[in-house]
């Protein structure tokens, strides 16, 4: 079983097995968490972090590795901040090694006043509902569960255009797709994002992609019938 096509094609080209024995299977999610979200948890957490009122908020959730090129967000962001029309602030939440390299480019950039570093969280639900948008500028995924977790949570979803996440999500309908590592296209993509309108509409489209497409349901339905077969 493969998480994901590029997963399957993956398995095929580079670990010799044959396509008739590999299956794709999507992993699946209970958005019910994300639904259950409530305003006053949103402004709490907000406020946790110290967002100004009216302030748009830009949040990724990643361990701070290599393979989440976090170098391109914060170069990406530093480009958008040049041309923004609206105050904003980038929350990102994980810890890792690339930790005090990524907060000495940020100061490098003059980010330090914009950018949240929130560390280690357990409750993502409420994390994804205080952000605004989702960004994930990964260079690779076998799958990318924290995009169906942002999607659940009704965020539109700014990511690379690698692997796996072209099939989760939809490029001008949930979200917005860039090439990796592409700092540029990323800000262009926060610019245009700075529409809320825009937002409310990918992001409903995602939540009901996530409700129709990537379901819990359908991931046992789908691994049950390869152990059947």
Same mark, same amino acid.
């Given at each position: 079983i493969a998480i994901s096509d590029a997963v399957n094609t993956y398995a095929q080209n580079h670990m010799n097995m044959p396509a008739g024995r590999v299956t794709t299977v999507h992993y699946g999610i209970d958005p019910t968490p994300y639904e259950q979200i409530g305003e006053s948890q949103r402004r709490d957490v907000r406020m946790e972090w110290g967002i100004p009122q009216g302030a748009w908020v830009i949040g990724t959730v990643a361990r701070l590795v290599p393979q989440k090129a976090l170098h391109v967000l914060l170069n990406a962001y530093a480009q958008y901040r040049a041309q923004a029309r609206q105050e904003s602030r980038l929350v990102l939440v994980g810890r890792g090694p690339l930790e005090g390299q990524l =907060? @000495?480019? *940020?100061r490098q950039l003059g980010l330090d006043r914009e950018i949240v570093w929130a560390g280690f969280r357990e409750d993502i639900p409420a994390v994804m =509902?205080?952000?605004?948008?989702? #960004?994930?500028? *990964? *260079?690779? @995924?076998?799958?990318?569960? #924290?995009?169906? @977790?942002?999607?659940a949570a009704a965020r539109p979803v700014v990511a690379s255009r690698v692997s796996a996440i072209p099939e989760i999500v939809r490029d001008g309908i949930t979200g917005l797709l860039c090439e990796p590592g592409d700092q540029e296209g990323f800000a262009h993509a926060l610019l245009r994002l700075e529409e809320a309108g825009m937002r409310t509409r990918l &992001?409903?489209? &995602?939540? @009901?992609?996530?409700?129709?497409?990537?379901?819990l349901e359908r991931m046992a339905e789908a691994t049950l019938s390869v152990y059947k077969e």
């Open positions: =907060k @000495e480019l *940020s =509902k205080a952000f605004d948008t989702f #960004v994930l500028t *990964s *260079s690779y @995924e076998g799958f990318g569960l #924290v995009l169906l @977790e942002a999607m &992001g409903t489209a &995602g939540h @009901e992609r996530a409700r129709t497409h990537f379901t």
